[in-house]
Structure formats: structure tokens, C-alpha cells
């Protein structure tokens, strides 16, 4: 059974930054996009950034610039470091694992990831 765990979120001032980790365990790890979803209170979770297999990249308008997804595939681990982060970028974060294996297109929505994590609350405030 596939298991996805994020950790790392926590309070934060506007302008700082912060690194959300998410493990996954129960297959093979290196041939699977892995993404990071928001939700913000009264709204509909939304995508946040996205790392393909390859290792290349995709970014919501909103947090490009900003935030960058990598992967360590010898610990099955994605990260989200942020930096410069402001009141709107607090939510509840969620990785997920997609369920394409092997995938290389553009196309990153919530029903294509199969695992999701339990969620991490981020909060930007003063």
C-alpha cells in the first residue's frame, strides 16, 4: 500500500520561508510525478507544483519565482522549499503521488494523483 507523509509546515512571517518534505513508500518512487496541492480556508484545493520522473518541473502562476519542488529518489522524498511567502500562500499543503508512471506531459490535476498525504498547515502571518 502506498503511503505519502508530508512534513515541515508551520507559522511564518510574511517574506520568510519555509521547506515542507513529503516521503513515500509502498512503490517504486523514481518513475511517478510527484505534485503539492493547497487548500486555503473556504476555498477548493488547488495546484501548487509538480516534479515529473525526469526530474523536470511545473509551477502554478501563483507561486512561480517563489517556490521550488525537487526530488531525492534515494530517499523517496519530494520537497517544497518556499521563500518569500505571503498571507494568501496560507492553506493546508498536500502531496500526492501520480498515478502515471512514466509521465512526461503538462497536465497535473487532482484526479491524476492516485496517493495523497494527510495535509500540512502553513500559516504567513505577522
Known amino acids: 500500500q502506498v503511503q505519502v507523509v508530508e512534513s515541515g509546515g508551520g507559522l511564518v512571517q510574511p517574506g520568510g520561508s519555509l521547506r515542507l518534505s513529503c516521503a513515500a513508500s509502498?512503490?517504486?518512487?523514481?518513475?511517478?510525478?510527484m505534485g503539492w496541492f493547497r487548500q486555503a480556508p473556504g476555498k477548493e484545493r488547488e495546484f501548487v507544483a509538480a516534479i515529473r520522473w525526469t526530474g523536470s518541473t511545473y509551477y502554478a502562476d501563483s507561486v512561480k519565482g517563489r517556490f521550488t519542488i525537487s526530488r531525492d529518489n534515494a530517499k523517496n522524498t519530494v520537497y517544497l522549499q518556499m521563500n518569500s511567502l505571503k498571507p494568501e500562500d496560507t492553506a493546508v499543503y498536500y502531496c500526492a503521488a501520480d498515478k502515471r508512471e512514466y509521465y512526461t506531459g503538462r497536465y497535473f490535476r487532482e484526479n491524476d494523483f492516485a496517493y495523497w498525504g494527510q495535509g500540512t498547515q502553513v500559516t504567513c502571518s505577522s
Open positions: 509502498g512503490r517504486t518512487f523514481s518513475t511517478y510525478a
